[in-house]
């Protein structure tokens, strides 16, 4: 009996392990040769792109930086890394791949994320899961999803799990048809067509340590890399009084003397909803004007310093 | 602890070994010891509230087994406190509305609201049972009080049910609990389905339907529709797939439990739905409240016909409007969970008032009982009809409610997909539940899938281990019931 018992259970371990290995391994093979679609902007961004110019953020960020305004005007290249629905977790794990490679000349950090300590943020962490075992410096990042992530992480499938039609997509290259990137760039094309609301007032709430640490560490490793660091809050077809995510934001940003940029309560987009595709994001339309807008203070800020010599 | 933990998958074989190795007559004392453990972990503050009716309780028992011409004044001593325990912790919402307007102002420290502590509900229902049958005599009270707090905090069904007659359960924590390779295997398979109906299904389906419900005002008809049908499935999912890790866990350790769903959406009535739904409780609704409310009426209402209408219907009617009523309100203190239980308690009285008419014409257009298409016809409406309750179940009140149906009637539009890969990984999982449950439906295969092909049997249980890994979704949240 105790030997029929062993038996099976060998069986169906190592059944499950070579299982898990073969497809795993499959799905990594194929996700890294995606040529489209979100994991592979993510893969270029964390080990390919050698981007002079580098936009950091969410879906604000995919959508407001068209890279040729900037390519053109600044005469260096530019790469696009905002990733819709991620927060600074990935964004601090993609600035550390890239450090690793290379030093930028300029970060654009499009700060729209939040404070507070909600799961979804740590849900988030599941699109780094792939880099788990690849890039060392990310991990304490993507352990920060729970307790039992390295335990997860023995499976050779599980970094890809729900990943099976985003790598279908990403090698058939259907994703350049269906929504095309340029350089990390995805243009929105559509107009917002409700009046503007405000937004509901804030309640004060404990901020996530975890959350502030990173986004601290972000705004100093980039500046430590001794590239010029902006942190923009995109323009929102909402209208805010308080915003204690700004607050926070601002005093780190303040303390580490990183200009920011607020367009949130900018006029320009405030009175035009067609700009917007929706009410967080701006249609190709809004997204030159705000590039331009950008590009526009960055300049500035260089001849001030300049003048300042 | 929750089930869907990584923790639990290390308990449960470490409380199993050691239940094992355990001599039998202390085994009581290990299982109340992991089950203390598994609430510990979850909310150990509210420990306290258990461990005070555990001995509270076994005492009225004694009393009620013992008590002769007093047995109904100390059961009613008995039902009265375990009531306003429940209500205490489950309506603290009004009492904290209560408190807030006596001091005209809301308090901001949380230390004083009232929270109702996770599976309180069922454990007073367990005691309820336990007490009722006391009462009635169908079984001794248990004089073991270790036995008896083991039945009562036993981990797998502590939290979310099933609710257990004590009748059938506290002698399993007498007997000798020992390794058992087929049993064990059995309770892994059924685990492993009730794994898949958490994690592929129910957390799968809960992405689009919170993201809809969420923000019910900003969607138009179509697209509430189908998350009120994703919603059907995601409840389902979630509350059977639960029943399943806690019958299987049960089994592992030696224990059976009852099943609580019966292929639901394969009702061909609303009473036929009942009957596969939450099974342990609407039986409990059926024997402790409906029938004795039943009983009452047909006491109070001598008369053959009321109003020219059988009295027979009179007391149905009543009986599943109290009944329903409370059902609902045991769900929360919304007004829409009092429409819900009342919704029901109508569909019933409805059906149980018109059944005449339907037989009259299912005579006059010559249409078969047993027709296959008659049979398709009452299982759709029956969902259809489940579907619009679930509607004043998942909205976060009545306002909202009317809101959406009012809206699945009159608004059409595009349907909004959210994230594609979440939508067809959704009707996947729908997909395959449906299939499973159709197989068990309408042929002899039952849970947990045998055949007479070895390799055919580990294929399915692998595929459905692969499935899991491969589009599980492992940040999903609690399960839905916890909070009843």
Known sequence: MIKKIIINIAIVGVVVFVLDFAIGRTLRYFYFKESSGQGYRSTFAMEKTEAAILVFGSSPAAHHYIPEIFEHSLKMNFYNTGKDGEGTFYQLAVLRSVLKRYKPKIIIFDWSGTFLKDKFSYDGLSSLLPYYRTHPEIRDIVEFKSKFEKVKLLSEIYPFNSELLTIILGNLNLNKKRMPDDKGYVA?????????????????????????????????????????????????????????????????????????????????????????????????????????????????????????? | MLFNSVSYLVFLPFVTIILFLVPGKFQWLWILASSTVFYYMLLPQYLVVFFALIPLNYYLGLRIGNAGMNKQ??????????????????????????????????????????????????????????????????????????????????????????????????QQFRGDKHFDYDRIVEGLKIMLWGYFKKLVVADRLAIYVNAVYGNADQHNGSTLSVATFFYAFQIYADFSGYTDIAIGSAKIMGFELTNNFKRPYFSTSIKEFWNRWHISFSSWLRDYLFLPLAYYFSGKMKDEKYLGIETEKWIFLFSSLITFAICGIWHGEGMNFLVWGLLFGFYLSYSNWTAGISKNLRKIFHISKKSAYYTAYKIILTFLLVCIAFVFFRANDLDDAFIILRKI??????????????????????????AAEAIQEFSKVTLPYKSRFWLKEQFVYLSLLFLIIFIGVFDGGQFIYFKF
Not at chain 1, 252 to 271: G, H, Q, R, Y
Not at chain 2, 410 to 433: P, Y
């Open chain 1, 188 to 309: 929105l094309y559509k107009e917002w067509q409700a009046k503007i609301h405000s937004a509901l007032p804030y309640n004060k709430y404990p901020a996530d340590p975890i959350k502030v640490k990173c986004f601290r560490e972000f705004i100093i490793r980039a500046k430590e890399s001794g590239a010029k660091i902006f942190v923009v809050y995109s323009p929102i077809f909402r209208i805010y009084t308080v915003n204690q995510e700004f607050e926070i934001c601002n005093n780190i940003c303040a303390m580490e003397k990183v200009p920011v940029w607020n367009f949130t309560s900018d006029t320009t987009f405030l009175k035009n909803n067609h700009l917007f595709q929706d009410i967080a994001h701006l249609n190709y339309k809004g997204a030159v004007i705000f590039s331009k807008l950008i590009l526009e203070k960055m300049k500035r800020v260089d001849q001030v310093k300049t003048s300042r010599l």
């Open chain 2, 73 to 170: 004044k100390v059961f009613n001593i008995a039902l009265v406190i375990n009531l306003v325990v429940l209500a205490l912790f489950k309506y603290s919402g009004i009492l904290d509305s209560l408190f807030d307007s006596i001091l005209s102002h809301p308090r901001s420290d949380t230390f004083w609201r009232i929270i109702l502590p996770i599976g309180l509900s069922y454990f007073i229902f367990t005691i309820l049972s336990y007490l009722i049958e006391l009462k009635r005599g169908t079984i001794p009270p248990e004089k073991h009080i270790g036995i008896f707090a083991a039945y009562l905090m036993f981990f797998p069904k502590i939290l979310q049910g099933p609710i257990e007659r004590p009748g059938k359960i506290i």
């Open chain 2, 409 to 434: 009637v009159l608004s059409r539009g595009e349907i909004f997909i959210g994230e594609w890969q979440q939508f067809i990984f959704g009707i996947c999982g729908i997909i395959i539940l449906i």
